[in-house]
């Protein structure tokens, strides 16, 4: 069972460059979710879709783009890259999203901006 | 939005317990608690629903007073698996938000 995943593990960029997160489930959830995760702090909701070709933003979607063409994958877009974008990001994914469904964690991308 | 969670920290000794505490300041439907160790993601313990029914972890326990717009999650004989830092979440519509967090060492 493969669950959530997301590649690469680790990642260091320099500023103005982009990058695209990659995010799996195998799990047939429909939500799909995107968080980061600063040193120390809570997790902040950056996008999040409740389908396949729907998204939206969440809490601190600046900086940051988004796709859902197939139920399967989320990818997270980075586009120039901040210092202040350095983060742990985590994809998540829930059944149907509903508010009495667990979401379920991937093990993290550790970026860095230089 | 962000659901206030306390204390911020507590340490335990073995076999101690502890609670945690989460408010929010937005109606709640449910309340979602989460475990995460260091260097790791999160990892789902319970969900409280509105009128009482809970699912998840048969070893911890919580409440959810709607009305307070509160939940504790109660920790019992803490072992010291239980470290890591616990987070509550609740739902505002589609988005989700979790709370501050609360870290938790439980020490020989």
């Known amino acids: 069972n493969a669950g959530v995943t997301q590649t690469p593990k680790f990642r260091i960029l320099k500023i103005g460059q982009s990058m695209t997160l990659q995010c799996a489930q195998d799990?047939?959830?429909?939500?799909m979710y995107w968080y980061r995760q600063d040193p120390g702090m809570g997790l902040k909701l950056i996008y999040y879709?409740?389908?396949?070709?729907?998204?939206d933003k969440g809490e601190v979607p600046n900086g940051y783009n988004v796709s859902r063409s197939t139920t399967e994958d989320f990818p997270l877009r980075l586009e120039l890259a901040a210092p202040s974008q350095t983060s742990v990001y985590f994809c998540?994914?829930?059944?149907?999203?509903?508010?009495?469904?667990?979401?379920?964690f991937g093990d993290g991308t550790r970026l860095s901006i230089l | 939005q962000q659901p206030v969670q306390s204390p911020q920290a507590v340490i335990l000794r073995e076999g101690e317990d502890a609670v945690i505490n989460c408010s929010s300041s937005?109606?709640?439907?449910?309340v979602h608690w989460y475990r995460q160790k260091h260097g790791e993601a999160p990892v789902f313990l319970m969900i409280?629903?509105?009128?009482?029914e809970q699912k998840g972890h048969e070893k911890i326990s919580a409440s959810f007073n709607e009305k307070k717009q509160q939940s504790s999650l109660y920790l019992t004989a803490s072992q010291l698996s239980y470290s890591g830092t616990y987070f509550c979440?609740?739902?505002?519509?589609?988005?989700?938000?979790f709370g501050t967090g609360t870290s938790l060492t439980v020490i020989p």
């Open positions: 998540a994914s829930s059944y149907f999203g509903g508010q009495d469904q667990p979401q379920h």
């Open positions: 799990m047939n959830h429909n939500y």
């Open positions: 409280l629903l509105k009128g009482g």
């Open positions: 937005k109606a709640l439907y449910s």
């Open positions: 979440g609740t739902h505002t519509g589609n988005q989700f938000y």
């Open positions: 879709s409740v389908g396949a070709g729907i998204t």
